[in-house]
Antibody
Framework: QVQLQQSGAELAKPGSSVKISCKASGYTFTSYYISWIKQTTGQGLEYIGYINTGSGGTNYNEKFKGKATLTVDKSSSTAFMQLSSLTPDDSAVYYC????????WGQGASVTVSS | DIVMTQGALPNPVPSGESASITCQSSKSLLYSDGKTYLNWYLQRPGQSPQLLIYWMSTRASGVSDRFSGSGSGTDFTLKISRVEAEDVGVYYCQQFLEFPFTFGSGTKLEIK
């Protein structure tokens, strides 16, 4: 069955970076984009962007340009999102999802930014 | 950005009754291809969101036929027939017509 397995919780210091992974299984990885979504209690669900897993092409929400960097490793069917220059506002649960329509989601990766 | 506005439910909803969740978009989501670019998701407590409906009215694989989506270009409804305990959670609408794709703020369903 289709599965997206995300990496574990991260505790990071302000100004640092984290890299979250999303390993896909149960389908042909390069046949679907991977989307990334941020969830916070205050802002709800925010769409960060997506990556074309075949070409590596990306499309970022303006709000997350310079904050998030999306990459893929086709050899391991894994998508990555790096978050840089972290601030407390980046504390959230981050999800990867299959395709634009998100017909399968990872379990979420919690990122906490605190000194 | 397209703004998605969701209505509230008169919680709790009695088990076995129907519930309708509304969602309004600031721009028509009906495209020239005849499709309406709207998704519905359910996020159960402690879980990731799950796709229920896409293209406004098409049920995702494995989704109960108790869930149905309808609407026009800007006004949408998710109807849940005969609500059950497993339907508890927060329902989100999302537009994927224009980037950045945007979500509604969510509608919580509680069961009595």
């Amino acid at each position: 069955q289709v599965q997206l397995q995300q990496s574990g919780a991260e505790l990071a210091k302000p100004g640092s970076s984290v890299k979250i992974s999303c390993k896909a299984s149960g389908y042909t990885f390069t046949s679907y984009y991977i989307s990334w979504i941020k969830q916070t209690t205050g802002q709800g669900l925010e769409y960060i962007g997506y990556i074309n897993t075949g070409s590596g092409g990306t499309n970022y929400n303006e709000k997350f340009k310079g904050k998030a960097t999306l990459t893929v490793d086709k050899s391991s069917s894994t998508a990555f999102m790096q978050l840089s220059s972290l601030t407390p506002d980046d504390s959230a649960v981050y999800y990867c999802a299959r395709g634009i329509q998100g017909d399968a989601w990872g379990q979420g990766a919690s990122v906490t930014v605190s000194s | 950005d397209i703004v998605m506005t969701q209505g509230a439910l008169p919680n709790p909803v009695p088990s076995g009754e129907s519930a309708s969740i509304t969602c309004q978009s600031s721009k028509s989501l009906l495209y020239s291809d005849g499709k309406t670019y709207l998704n519905w998701y359910l996020q159960r407590p402690g879980q990731s969101p799950q796709l229920l409906i896409y293209w406004m009215s098409t049920r995702a694989s494995g989704v109960s036929d108790r869930f149905s989506g309808s609407g026009s270009g800007t006004d949408f409804t998710l109807k849940i027939s005969r609500v059950e305990a497993e339907d508890v959670g927060v329902y989100y609408c999302q537009q994927f017509l224009e980037f950045p794709f945007t979500f509604g703020s969510g509608t919580k369903l509680e069961i009595k």
